[in-house]
């Protein structure tokens, strides 16, 4: 299974877009700058899924969607 999740940091309100194989509430991420946040404020996050599937396809579709509604690429606001 394949999951799609966006990770909000509670205290900060940065966010994170990832995908994972493993569970993904005890999946912290991946992203190098995400780590170092982890490392420096706590993982203290809510985790929600975008999507569950088996197509990887659809999580590639999606995740591109997702990017472009909210414009992780350029926006402060999220970590990739």
Do not use: C
Not at 26 to 38: L, M, P, V
Not at 47 to 60: G, P, V
Not at 63 to 77: A, P, Q, T
Request: charged residues 20%; aromatic residues 16%.
């Amino acid at each position: 299974m394949f999951y799609l999740y966006v990770k909000t940091h509670a205290i900060t309100g940065l966010k994170y877009l990832g995908r994972t194989i493993q569970n993904p509430y005890s999946y912290q991420g991946s992203g190098k700058y995400w780590k170092a946040h982890i490392k420096k404020h706590g993982y203290n996050v809510h985790t929600q899924i975008l999507l569950a599937t088996t197509d990887k396809q659809e999580l590639k579709e999606t995740g591109l969607f997702f990017s472009k509604l909210w414009g992780i690429v350029l926006s402060k606001e999220w970590q990739i």
